[in-house]
């Protein structure tokens, strides 16, 4: 698991200095019982701090409150009882992601108490916590919830299947109803029509956690860190070519590059912000931005969900890209056309550039199918997706020139950036000696083979995904030349160790000497006067403490 | 502390695929075909002039005298799509999936008609069970009763080779030779039902031969094609516009790119090594301030 280290006052990571795991009675210790808040209050106090959703989408929690509150008011005038439901999204679907699964391994109660907060206030009658995969963030949730009577009556757990788009909202609440975590195609919002079509306030568990350290700390104490128009902190999670990867919290308004020097990053090609949905930026940029939304977009980036990649100068850039846009191809949920085609044709483009075997006329063909997924799919993946490589051919544009013109750049992809690796996948391999390219297969499953001017198959190098796997064995059924196999893939052990919950949290002693950022801050990367204003302003924005002891 | 409570944990939002049934009816056609005539004859030959012993009784009879027939048909509609799958010069992959997908159903269908046909048979003590299986045993009739034997084994081997297609990987060679001998199964077949039971009408044997002249036909052009050119795909158009380089550019200028594609974006600026922090009024507007960091 990634340690935890924190920038200036610890928030949601408060306690997490002295013991691997809050369990209920150190939980209250450190943060003692939540208030129980009327629906107006806590919409207030949220609208007062102006607290968004952590998920990605930075909706404001108010407006969602507020729209939960009038559709079961509405409801309730209309048919009698009506009642809302909270759904904690922790499915965390981001390769790079880990704050969340940290956060419930860790700290489970804090999401719980917001969770519960937000349900007292909204008279909610359910909670549903909904995780991805199993791992400790699992184990400690249900051990979170059991040891108290009272929580395992009101609190379902609920594990969805461990997808890119199971996070979706639309796709969580048709999972939590029972029906495939697949994105609805038409857009109903969760506050109208949620769990069992209860208004549903759905946000993911960072927001919970903040939304229980402001219902404890109250709006004044709340913004007494962070900028005076994003107040509080950020959970991020800093990975990729770094020494020390770990989820960090930080007040808003600190620069990124204090967080990478911390991180251990060094001169790094380019940051990636904002996740596999996000984009690239130029070091220089990356360096200067303020983690907030503000000084993110401003730097041309996102703050997504806080997911931080640092790219190293020892990678191919281009390469990596290409990795993640086949897994990103991939992790389509093969409902929409232009996303199950599109992002495909992304991901070759970008390997046969990669590959140095594509031209001028490939990078074009490259930028008109990133171009033509854009807006054209039930949910936001094939714009995020999109995205990530229209910012990375910006950011790589002298790595595109040098594929292209001179076939390589000389370095190898070495695999930072991280990808799900989890060995039960199945790839399609072709025996060359026996295709005759009858080109059967590039009619049966088009997202995984396109046919080359000879009309041999180019395969696509990426595990065939669940919802081509019918398609893919009919395929291999029906080659004429029994060319084509489905073979089990070897698990690559070096891709997604860095984010990987699976050892024990490191021992205090460690996680203490992390959180002293000035014993890893060297002079290289900063210049002294700027490091004495850094830590002159962190020690500023420490402050007087909060009211309540955190 | 440990929990006091265990907490159950749903398993929710799998995707099922489409088609998940589809297995089980697949096997459900050979199932029925077994089933039904059995407990046709067995309720036929229980007696009592009730309506459904005389349903019973005209199932059996209309299947004894036409599964047979049913069979032969269907496994030469299965031979001949069989053929027309593999056919590339007329066909499209598109219309070459078609015929596969046609070949496997008439397979299907021949080899359930053809059980349903041999246990009849035995059910109507016109054969025994030895003949069903082992050929030129048969007390009567044994030459064209022992092809349709052979025929009949020849095609069971054919189709649990072909199910089990995807294990022959590695003996592709072995698998066409057995899949081949389709060829040789198929006439003997049509020689069955022509001398071995009732006699035909005219415009059967007519059909049957028009039937085998037309296989005969497409088989010997399929390996004509073979012979004549192995590679097909290699005679295919190449597409156009693969590359817009000219093949003979000479040794590339130190900027090539620049002077070919100026609309491609200006490669940004490096960061300079030593000083990763940039000076002041690098920054947006409004971040920094002489003080220290703004806004808060």
């Known amino acids: 698991m990634l340690p935890v280290i924190r920038v200036g006052q610890a928030r949601v990571t408060a306690g997490l200095d002295h013991t691997p795991r809050l369990d209920l009675p150190s939980h209250r210790a450190v943060f003692g019982f939540p208030p129980t808040l009327a629906a107006a209050e806590l919409i207030g106090i949220c609208e007062e701090v102006d607290l968004r959703g952590r998920g990605g989408a930075a909706f404001p929690v108010a407006r969602k409150l507020r729209a939960v509150l009038t559709a079961a008011v509405q409801a309730k005038t209309g048919q009698g009882k009506r009642r809302a439901a909270v759904v904690v999204n922790c499915t965390e679907g981001e390769p790079g992601s880990a704050k969340d699964k940290i956060l419930l391994a860790r700290a489970p109660h804090l999401v719980l108490d917001g969770a519960l907060v937000a349900a007292s206030a909204l008279r909610a009658s359910e909670i549903v916590v909904a995780v991805a995969g199993d791992g400790p963030h699992l184990r400690s949730l249900t051990d979170a919830v059991g040891s108290d009577s009272a929580l395992a009556r009101k609190v379902r757990v609920v594990s969805v299947p461990d997808r890119f788009v199971s996070g979706e909202s639309g796709a969580l609440v048709n999972a939590i109803n029972g029906n495939p975590a697949l994105p609805p195609g038409t857009k109903t919002r969760a506050s109208d029509s949620g769990v069992h079509g209860m208004p549903t306030l759905l946000s993911n568990a960072e927001t919970f956690a903040q939304l229980a350290v402001l219902a404890l700390l109250g709006p004044a104490g709340f913004a007494s860190v962070g900028t005076g128009h994003e107040p509080g902190t950020v959970l991020l999670t800093v990975g990729g070519s770094v020494s020390a990867p770990a989820v960090v919290e930080t007040p808003s308004g600190v620069p990124l590059g204090y967080i990478l020097d911390i991180c251990g990053a060094q001169l790094p090609r380019a940051v990636l912000v904002g996740g596999y949905h996000g984009m690239w930026l130029h070091p220089g940029a990356a360096y200067d931005a303020p983690v907030s939304r503000a000084g993110m977009a401003a730097a041309g980036g996102t703050l997504g969900a806080g997911v931080v990649l640092v790219l190293g100068q020892d990678t191919c850039p281009l390469g990596e890209v290409t990795r993640v846009a086949g897994y990103l191809a991939m992790q389509s949920s093969g409902q929409c056309g232009p996303c199950k085609l599109g992002l495909p044709a992304v991901a070759r483009s970008l390997a046969a550039i990669t590959a140095g075997a594509g031209g001028v006329d490939e990078l074009e063909a490259l930028r008109r199918a990133a171009g033509g997924v854009r807006g054209r799919g039930a949910c936001h993946h094939p714009d995020g997706a999109s995205n990530f490589v229209a910012s990375a051919l910006e950011v790589f544009a002298d790595d595109l020139i040098e594929h292209i013109f001179h076939g390589s750049c000389g370095r190898p992809a070495s695999g930072i950036l991280p990808l799900p690796a989890d060995g039960g996948d199945t790839r399609l391999t072709v025996d060359w000696t026996r295709c005759r390219g009858h080109g059967l297969c590039a009619r049966l499953i088009p997202e995984l083979v396109e046919l080359d001017q000879h009309g041999y198959p180019r395969l696509l190098e990426a595990p065939v995904p669940f919802w081509l796997s019918k398609n893919a064995t009919q395929a291999v059924d029906m080659c004429p030349s029994l060319a084509l196999s489905l073979t089990a893939d070897q698990v690559k052990p070096a891709a997604a160790a860095a984010v990987s919950a699976a050892a024990d949290p490191p021992s205090p002693l460690a996680v203490r000497a992390r959180q002293q950022p000035q014993a890893v801050l060297t002079g290289r990367a900063w210049r002294r006067a700027d490091l004495d204003a850094a830590e002159a302003w962190l020690a500023e924005i420490g402050g007087p403490g909060p009211a309540r002891p955190l | ?296």
């Open chain 2, 1 to 296: 502390m440990r929990s006091r409570s265990r907490v159950r944990v749903e398993q929710l939002g799998e995707v099922r695929l489409p088609g998940r049934g589809r297995s089980a009816a697949i096997l459900a056609v050979p199932v029925l075909s077994l089933l039904i005539p059995a407990l046709a004859t067995a309720i036929a030959s229980a007696g009592g002039h009730s309506q459904l012993t005389r349903i019973a009784a005209g199932i059996a009879r209309f299947l004894l005298y036409y599964s047979g027939v049913f069979a032969l048909l269907a496994l030469t509609a299965a031979v001949a799509a069989g053929l027309l799958a593999t056919e590339r010069t007329v066909m499209s992959p598109e219309h070459r999936i078609l015929a596969q997908a046609l070949h496997r159903t008439a397979s299907l269908i021949g080899i359930s008609a053809l059980a349903n046909h041999i246990m009849l048979e035995v059910l109507a003590h016109r054969a025994r069970i030895i003949d069903g299986f082992v050929p030129f045993m048969a007390a009567r009739n044994t030459f064209y009763m022992g092809l349709g034997t052979l025929a009949s084994d020849l095609f069971i081997v054919i189709v649990v080779t072909g199910l089990l297609r995807r294990r022959f990987a590695s003996w592709r060679l072995l698998w066409r030779a057995l899949h081949a001998t389709a060829y040789a199964a198929w006439p003997l077949a049509i020689l069955h039902g022509l001398m071995a039971g009732r006699s035909a009408k005219p415009y059967v044997d007519w059909s049957y031969g028009g039937c085998l002249a037309a296989v005969g036909l497409a088989l010997v052009l399929r390996y004509v094609m073979i012979a004549r050119g192995r590679n097909a795909a290699a005679e295919l158009p190449a597409r156009a516009g693969t590359s817009v380089l000219p093949a003979n550019i000479p040794a590339l200028p130190a900027e090539p790119w620049r002077a070919m594609r100026p609309a491609l974006p200006a490669p940004p600026a490096r960061v300079p090594v030593a000083e990763p922090w940039p000076a002041a009024d690098a920054l947006p507007p409004g971040w920094r301030t002489a003080g220290g960091y703004p806004d808060r």
